[in-house]
């Protein structure tokens, strides 16, 4: 079954500082990978996703995320953070055939220090 | 692009009674949807997944009797917390999953409701 690592609880940043949140992944066969970014009380957005192509994944409100097929990872990244992207942000994981289930990290809460 | 609208945002409701929360995809056909529940400052918790015009799939140790899912259009889905007590206090969201011809659904993205926050006195 597919699975997905968020090591990290809470990452903390200076805005205007480039921000970074781990994802690792576990998927028979080639994975679909999202990002999806969720504030306080309400839904989850979608911030963006690696399907097939250019390994490097440009996203919504400037975010982008790299896949790294050796390291199984998805990590996703922000050049320049800003007070607003503080929010909690999960990784998800479905596999491209077979077993369609999306399977989300725990979440990582981002805290942009202004 | 996608929209999933969830009602009510907000309920609260005495011990017992029960509650009822609508996902409605607003501009596609949602073949599935699915319910999840959100603890504070933890991941989503997949209760079910509902499958238009059939009975829904609930997942291990969510009790099918309390969360009643029903999957009556294309359109809309329903959870429906029976005889509710403050340990059911949470919030639920729901997403849809399309089918069709809706392009942006067929690599499994999944769109999400707003979620109910729901609190049992």
């Known amino acids: 079954a597919q699975s997905v690592a968020q090591p990290e609880d809470q990452v903390n940043v200076a805005e205007g500082n480039p921000l970074t949140v781990k994802c690792t992944y576990s998927?028979?066969?080639?994975?679909?990978l999202f990002w999806y970014v969720q504030y306080p009380n309400r839904g989850l957005q979608f911030l963006l996703k690696?399907?097939?192509?250019?390994?490097l994944v440009k996203g919504s409100y400037g975010f982008e995320a790299e896949f790294n097929k050796s390291q199984t990872s998805f990590h996703l990244k922000k050049p320049s953070a800003l007070v607003s992207d503080s929010a909690l942000y999960f990784c998800?994981?479905?596999?491209?055939?077979?077993?369609?289930?999306?399977?989300f990290g725990k979440g990582n809460q981002v805290v942009v220090i202004p | 692009g996608a929209v999933v609208s969830q009602h009510p945002s907000r309920v609260i409701c005495k011990s017992g009674t029960s509650v009822k929360i609508e996902c409605r995809s607003l501009?596609?056909?949602?073949?599935?949807m699915f319910w999840y529940r959100q603890f504070p400052k933890k991941s989503l918790m997949l209760m079910a997944t509902?499958?238009?015009?059939?009975?829904?799939?609930?997942e291990q140790g969510v009790e099918k009797d309390k969360f009643l899912i029903n999957h009556a259009s294309l359109t809309l889905s329903t959870l429906t917390v029976t005889s509710a007590h403050p340990e059911d206090s949470s919030f639920y969201i729901c997403?849809?999953?399309?089918?069709?011809?809706?392009?942006?659904?067929?690599?499994?993205?999944?769109?999400f409701g707003e979620g109910s926050r729901l609190t049992v006195l």
């Open positions: 998800a994981v479905r596999a491209s055939h077979g077993n369609n289930r999306l399977a």
């Open positions: 997403s849809a999953r399309g089918g069709g011809q809706a392009r942006p659904l067929s690599t499994g993205e999944l769109f």
């Open positions: 501009d596609f056909q949602a073949t599935t």
């Open positions: 690696y399907i097939t192509g250019d390994n």
């Open positions: 998927v028979s066969g080639n994975p679909y």
């Open positions: 509902s499958n238009e015009g059939s009975k829904a799939t609930y």
